[in-house]
């Protein structure tokens, strides 16, 4: 009967034992899990400052952006502001020839205007005038170039080929003429419009140019004769 609390002693031993080990089996799972917890939680926060990093560098390129559009926009309404400027000197220049000039010209004269004719072998000396005024007429002859514009004073002398009260009809004439090459023009009155030939400083030039376009074309086309066209001062 004296063995038994020796055997209650190994068996209250052995319990302390297994409970021991157990203890220790749950502080390293513990342990282990904790580890893991470490873990994820440092990986969170490494990503946290990568997608930090990251929107940091966006907004960087973003106002690089903002930046690069402000200028482009800054660039182009340079650009426009310049272009008016570019544009005009581009076509003046083209419409220095004598063709051009004449192609620009007027159809219609006011009757109410001043003429005043200019004359030179260099048409480029009309530039300035041409730059200042919409109202000009222009004719080559012997190779100088007269230019009769609007002014205060001056004089002009031209060649009245017809007239006649439609002026639908001299309009008519004057483009088909101009087709042709001929430095034609309408002149409007109170009950005629009056086609006209040419711009001179002076009445024995006219008389002059009005006997080198009496050509079969061009009276076939006027149904006038040159004893008919009256070289006269306008408008």
């Known amino acids: 009967m004296e063995e038994k609390p020796e055997i209650y002693y190994k068996i209250r031993l052995a319990i302390l034992v297994v409970i021991v080990a157990l203890l220790i089996a749950t502080i390293g ?58 544009t005009s000197t581009y076509i003046s220049v083209q419409q220095m020839t004598y063709s051009n000039i004449l192609y620009n010209a007027p159809l219609t004269i006011p009757s109410t205007v001043t003429l005043e004719t200019k004359s030179s072998t ?10 200042s005024t919409k109202i000009y007429e222009i004719t080559e002859y012997n190779g100088t170039y007269n230019l009769a514009y609007s002014a205060k004073f001056g ?11 439609f002026p639908d009809r001299i309009m008519s004439l004057v483009k088909k003429l101009r087709s042709l090459g001929q430095p034609a023009f309408e002149i409007n009155y109170a009950s005629q419009s009056g086609l006209f030939i040419g711009v001179f400083p002076s009445y024995s030039q006219a008389k002059q140019y009005a006997s ?10 006027v149904g006038t004769k040159p004893h008919n066209w009256i070289e006269r001062a306008i408008p």
């Open 212 to 221: 080198t376009i009496s050509s079969t074309s061009i009276i076939s086309l």
């Open 155 to 165: 004089t002009t002398y031209s060649i009245q080929i017809v007239s006649s009260p």
């Open 29 to 86: 799972w513990l342990a282990g899990v904790n580890g893991r917890v470490n873990t994820v939680a440092n990986r969170i926060v490494n990503e946290k400052k990568a997608i930090s990093e990251l929107t940091t560098a966006v907004a960087s390129l973003s106002a690089k952006v903002e930046n690069l559009t402000l200028k482009a926009s800054t660039l182009s309404s340079k650009v426009k502001i310049n272009l008016p400027s570019l």
């Open 122 to 131: 260099n048409i480029d000396t009309f530039r300035s005038i041409l730059q």
